[in-house]
């Protein structure tokens, strides 16, 4: 039974506005793929309506029980996500150049989406012990990158998935500054990140593979292969120009449907967005993810323990590094990493594990009040 007083806590903005960002992506996946040159309409936006179902029911299943019991066997979830990501390199389907999915017949999914949600489990958990205002040391910043980030990193490095990654890290930096460093290892740290960054960038530059170095030279020099590598990041530039300040309006945008724009319903579905609606339907659509990155840190900080602190701050970064990495992506601002759209972008792994980590949120902010327990 839940508390009926959970229920009168319950955020519903939350919900409601991931709901109709997620109906939204259904809407631009349809509009994006429809049949202009071909005879029949793909079934994507069928499937993301699926996916939107199972993500709900999963979403209020998760919320309905106590964050505190997810803290409680952290380790263990870490755990278990590391074991798929050890499958996936066993047994996993290759698609695209990438071996990422776990094909279970009925369904396939891709472990390193849930993980991103394990691993801020875990470290929310051993954070949560770091005594406030002490800062972390030299041994328990190895320790935490021994046990944490290492093994994980190199499993999905192996995949190849540089994007999933490169957040993987990003989460890590953003949560143990959180935390707080001493500042002397912070200071040390710096120092010989900048010694070096010329040996590590070079060791960094050769272990990528050949259509990641080309994706940083496109991105750094779109026009060096305007017809190659460079031509998503230029498709994608015309396709949100193109808009203008109000767009050319639903089911009148030509980049996706004319196959000009590549990964139209997934990485690039902004640009198709854009396309459509304009500057302003743009604006809208950030003040919305906005509005659920805001409510994520005011949720953090009225979490009643560390725990759910560090949780909603994890999940809260990995939302908002998304949404930043995607639209710079889209944009010609940062490299073309492959990093999905949150909550619009067609896909069921990366939608399901979207509401999971929204559903964190949710769990903490409707529990926030420690006098019901």
């Given at each position: 039974m839940i508390d009926r007083r959970l229920?009168?806590?319950?955020?519903?903005?939350?919900?409601?506005?991931?709901?109709?960002?997620?109906?939204?992506g259904v809407m631009t996946i349809y509009s994006a793929t429809r049949p202009i040159l071909e005879a029949a309409q793909k079934t994507y936006y069928m499937r993301q309506l699926y996916w939107i179902a199972l993500s709900l029911i999963t979403f209020f299943v998760l919320v309905s029980i106590d964050y505190r019991w997810y803290v409680k066997f952290a380790y263990f979830i870490f755990f278990f996500g590391i074991v798929l990501l050890v499958l996936v390199l066993v047994i996993g389907r290759k698609g695209m150049g990438a071996q990422r999915w776990i094909n279970l017949g009925f369904l396939s999914f891709q472990p390193s989406e849930f993980f991103k949600v394990f691993f801020i489990l875990a470290l929310s958990r051993y954070l949560s012990y770091v005594k406030p205002g002490a800062g972390l040391g030299f041994k328990q910043l190895l320790k935490m990158v021994s046990l944490f980030v290492i093994l994980p990193a190199i499993?999905?490095?192996?995949?190849?998935?540089?994007?999933?990654?490169?957040?993987?890290?990003?989460?890590f930096i953003a949560m143990i500054l959180f935390a707080g460093i001493r500042k002397k290892i912070l200071l040390t740290v710096l120092v010989l990140s900048l010694i070096s960054m010329p040996v590590a960038g070079k060791y960094l530059w050769d272990g990528l593979k050949e259509y990641q170095k080309m994706r940083i030279i496109a991105f750094i020099d779109p026009q060096a292969d305007p017809q190659g590598v460079g031509y998503h990041i230029n498709q994608s530039k015309i396709s949100v120009g193109s808009g203008g300040f109000s767009g050319k309006g639903y089911m009148k945008g030509t980049q996706g449907p004319y196959r000009f724009l590549p990964e139209k319903h997934t990485d690039f579905i902004f640009s198709i967005f854009a396309e459509e609606w304009g500057f302003t339907g743009s604006l809208v659509l950030f003040m919305m993810y906005f509005f659920i990155i805001w409510r994520g840190f005011d949720t953090a900080e009225k979490a009643r323990d560390r725990e759910g602190c560090f949780l909603v701050l994890g999940v809260t970064f990995m939302f908002a590094l998304y949404f930043f990495i995607n639209v710079g992506m889209t944009l010609g601002m940062l490299p073309v990493v492959g990093v999905p759209l949150p909550l619009m972008s067609y896909g069921g792994t990366a939608l399901l594990s979207n509401f999971l980590a929204l559903s964190i949120i949710e769990n903490v902010r409707m529990r926030r009040f420690a006098l019901y327990y």
């Amino acid at each position: 039974m839940i508390d009926r007083r959970l229920i009168a806590n319950f955020d519903w903005s939350i919900l409601l506005m991931a709901l109709v960002l997620s109906l939204i992506g259904v809407m631009t996946i349809y509009s994006a793929t429809r049949p202009i040159l071909e005879a029949a309409q793909k079934t994507y936006y069928m499937r993301q309506l699926y996916w939107i179902a199972l993500s709900l029911i999963t979403f209020f299943v998760l919320v309905s029980i106590d964050y505190r019991w997810y803290v409680k066997f952290a380790y263990f979830i870490f755990f278990f996500g590391i074991v798929l990501l050890v499958l996936v390199l066993v047994i996993g389907r290759k698609g695209m150049g990438a071996q990422r999915w776990i094909n279970l017949g009925f369904l396939s999914f891709q472990p390193s989406e849930f993980f991103k949600v394990f691993f801020i489990l875990a470290l929310s958990r051993y954070l949560s012990y770091v005594k406030p205002g002490a800062g972390l040391g030299f041994k328990q910043l190895l320790k935490m990158v021994s046990l944490f980030v290492i093994l994980p990193a190199i499993l999905i490095l192996k995949q190849p998935d540089l994007g999933t990654t490169l957040i993987l890290f990003f989460i890590f930096i953003a949560m143990i500054l959180f935390a707080g460093i001493r500042k002397k290892i912070l200071l040390t740290v710096l120092v010989l990140s900048l010694i070096s960054m010329p040996v590590a960038g070079k060791y960094l530059w050769d272990g990528l593979k050949e259509y990641q170095k080309m994706r940083i030279i496109a991105f750094i020099d779109p026009q060096a292969d305007p017809q190659g590598v460079g031509y998503h990041i230029n498709q994608s530039k015309i396709s949100v120009g193109s808009g203008g300040f109000s767009g050319k309006g639903y089911m009148k945008g030509t980049q996706g449907p004319y196959r000009f724009l590549p990964e139209k319903h997934t990485d690039f579905i902004f640009s198709i967005f854009a396309e459509e609606w304009g500057f302003t339907g743009s604006l809208v659509l950030f003040m919305m993810y906005f509005f659920i990155i805001w409510r994520g840190f005011d949720t953090a900080e009225k979490a009643r323990d560390r725990e759910g602190c560090f949780l909603v701050l994890g999940v809260t970064f990995m939302f908002a590094l998304y949404f930043f990495i995607n639209v710079g992506m889209t944009l010609g601002m940062l490299p073309v990493v492959g990093v999905p759209l949150p909550l619009m972008s067609y896909g069921g792994t990366a939608l399901l594990s979207n509401f999971l980590a929204l559903s964190i949120i949710e769990n903490v902010r409707m529990r926030r009040f420690a006098l019901y327990y």
